[in-house]
Structures are given as C-alpha cells and as structure tokens.
Nanobody, 120 residues
C-alpha cells in the first residue's frame, strides 16, 4: 500500500522556522520525484517545491525561493521541507505528493496534509 505521511506542521510566529517531513512507503522511493504543495483557505493549491530522488535536482516556487529548502534522505524514504523566515502568507495545509519519474508535473500519490499556521 502506498503511503505518504506528512508531519511537522504547527503554529509559529512570523520569522520563525518549521521543518516538514514526508515519509513514503509502498513504492520504490528512488524512482520518484517528491513535491510539496500548499493550499490556503479560499485559494488554489500551489506547488511549493519538488525534488527528484534519483539525482537530487530541485525546484522552488518564486514565493519561497531563498527561504525554503527541500531535501531527501533516501535511506529513510523521507523528504523534508525546511521553512525559514516564515510569513503569515505561508499559512496553509501543506501536502506532499509522489510522481513516478523526475519531471515534477504529474503526481500519482498524495498525502493527507499538515497544517502550518504563521501568526503575525
């Protein structure tokens, strides 16, 4: 059974940091790209970042460049999203998703999400 389980969300003040984790199981981790998405109330889902587990290549939304860092621990089948200098507009439910390949554009599996709330 494929599972993606997010953790690490919470409430933080503006300027603070959080590290989200996405633990994957049920598929060959090295063959997949893992992406992070977020959705705020009343807004469309937004792609935040993506990493290819095979070669470690990454990409970021302009809104988070320089503040967020995605990384992968293939031994633990886990992808992290380090979020620094958080802003109230980063408040959203954050989801991770897995894509068979490395193009970071068509995702096959999704997690349930973790809430991130940034207070001003």
């Amino acid at each position: 059974e494929v599972q993606l389980v997010e953790s690490g969300g919470g409430l933080v003040q503006a300027g603070g940091s959080l590290r989200l984790s996405c633990a994957a199981s049920g598929f060959t981790f090295d063959d997949y790209a893992i992406g992070w998405f977020r959705q705020a109330p009343g807004k469309e889902r937004e792609g935040v970042s993506c990493i290819s587990s095979s070669d470690g290549s990454t990409n970021y939304a302009d809104s988070v460049k320089g503040r967020f860092t995605i990384s992968s621990d293939n031994a633990k089948n886990t992808v992290y999203l380090q979020m620094n200098s958080l802003k109230p507009e980063d408040t959203a439910v954050y989801y991770c998703a897995a894509e068979a390949g490395s193009s970071c554009d068509e995702y096959d599996y999704w997690g349930q999400g973790t809430q991130v709330t940034v207070s001003s």
